[in-house]
Structure formats: structure tokens, C-alpha cells
């Protein structure tokens, strides 16, 4: 099992935990703000289920139908977590809509908020670990489902410190416009999450930090060609694919130019996890303006 499978089981079990305390929370308490929170839970289990799914589908190898991998399955994973997230937001706003016309007071408010507390510090917990270790094993799916618990943490202590107003207030009615918040919140998580992935599936390119790493490993395991053009980079999941053409003298001979290829794709394999190079060698005379030298 890869860290990246493990992390998204975890991601299962923490969600089953959160969503029993929170839905606990609101059946003793009965508020709408408490029960938007807990529904938000029912999401996150549904997300990391989609996720747990989606790395298991990136980590099977290229076949004959799949040619370059089934990395992107992480990123389908994504899009249908901020759609799921977008849903429960509209189902928050259409029970808060009910609670406005007939606010009531709260029962065991104290217990209740403790154990929304409680699921929140789980989360919390978990939501640095996903993001943490989902960057560095650069898992689109873990770090949206990291960023997806991070807006739950912030929602979570928001209704925490909305229904303890109410509370010491007697404002009930403060129980709907908070959940009415929280459901702006999610809606506003959902689309920025949805917006991010979709940039992965029209191959966007990597980062420029990525982008620097592979010049910078051209120019110095490169030793012996001219130059390297036409650098082009995408993201798709974990994976990262460079393809380059690389001009060595006219003189060179097929199997050091081979030789020089392996040397750079090992570095880069080296510098960047999970990269997949590709590079296409042209003689001198094939040599562009527009180029990382090498030299």
C-alpha cells in the first residue's frame, strides 16, 4: 500500500469519526447552524471515499488504453468533491431558510459545542497532515481534500462561536444566519477547489518552481550538447511530464547521445518525484535564439 493510499484510508476513517460526534452535536442540540456543520461531514466522508478511489486508480500502471497513466483519476476526484461540497452548501441555505421563519431556543447548548470543538481539533489535526504530506507526495486528491478540511476547521469554530452568542444572548435567530455563513463559505470552497482542478485537466503547465528545477538540471547534467528548446511541461496528478529537444554536435555519435539523454532523465527523475521526461534529439543545425544553453 503507497503513503498516498494510506493517507486517503485515514482520510475515510477520520471522516466516519467527525461526521458521528458533529451529527451527535446537533441531535442533542437540535440547531440548524450545528446540523449545516455536520452535513458538511457527510461531504467530507463522501470526498475522501471519491479520493481513496482516485489514488488507487492514479497508482495503475500505463496500459495499452492508458498510454500516460491513469494519473488525472485525482483530479476527476477533485472537480467531483467541490461539486458534492457546492450541494451540501444548497441544502444548508434551503434548511436555514425553513429555520428563519420559526427560530427556537437551543437544547444542552454546552454539550453540544464541546463536541463540535472536539471534531474540530480532529480535523484540524488531520487537515495538516493531508496537506503536509499531500504536497510533498504532490496528491492532488489529498490536498484537496486537506484544503476542504481546512474550510470545515474555520466553519466548524465559527458555529462554535456563533451558537455560544446565542446562547448568552437569547438570539436565536442568529442559529439560521449562522448557518447561512457557513453555507457561503462551503459554496465559496467548492468553486475555488473545482477551478483549481480543471486547470490540471486542460494541462496546465507545472509550476515555476518546477519549471526552474528542469532548466537548472538541463544545464548542468547537459554537458556535452549545445542546447536544449522548445521546454514544455504539464501536470496531470502526482505525475509531471517534461519533453524537450536536445541538440548535440553533428559528430556525436547514436549511442552517446543516448548515453547524455539516460544522464539528464536520471537527474531529473532525481529532482522531481514522479516526473516522466521526454526528449527528442536534433543535430547543431536544428540549434534555436530562444534556448537553455548549455555549457
Known sequence: MTPVIRLALGSLIVAVLVLGIKFWAYWITGSV????????????????????????LAAIPADGNHPYGHDKAELISAILEGVLIILA??????SAYFAFGN????????????????????NGAWCWM????GRALRSPALVADGKHLRSDVISSFGV?????????TGLWILDPIIAVLVALQILWSGAHLIQESLGGLMDEAASDDILNQVIDVIANAGEGAVQAHDLRTR??????????????????????????CDRI???????????????????????????????
Open 33 to 56: 447552524a450545528l446540523f449545516s456543520d455536520a452535513l458538511e461531514s457527510i461531504v467530507n466522508f463522501a470526498s475522501a471515499l471519491a479520493a481513496l478511489i482516485a489514488v488507487r
Open 160 to 168: 462554535v462561536i456563533g451558537v455560544f452568542l446565542a446562547q448568552i
Open 265 to 295: 532523465e536520471d537527474e531529473l527523475r532525481k529532482t522531481i518525484p514522479n516526473v516522466r521526461p521526454h526528449i527528442h534529439v536534433e543535430p547543431h543545425n536544428k540549434a534555436k535564439e530562444d534556448a537553455i544553453e548549455i555549457p
Open 235 to 260: 501536470q496531470a496528478g502526482q505525475a509531471t511530464f517534461v519533453e524537450f529537444h536536445l541538440v548535440v554536435p553533428g559528430d556525436m555519435s547514436v549511442q552517446k547521445s543516448h548515453d547524455l
Open 130 to 133: 493531508l496537506l503536509t504530506r
Open 103 to 122: 427560530p427556537r431556543e437551543l437544547a444542552q447548548v454546552d454539550r453540544g459545542l464541546a463536541l463540535n470543538i472536539l471534531a474540530g481539533v480532529i
Open 89 to 94: 452548501a444548497i441544502f444548508i441555505l434551503q
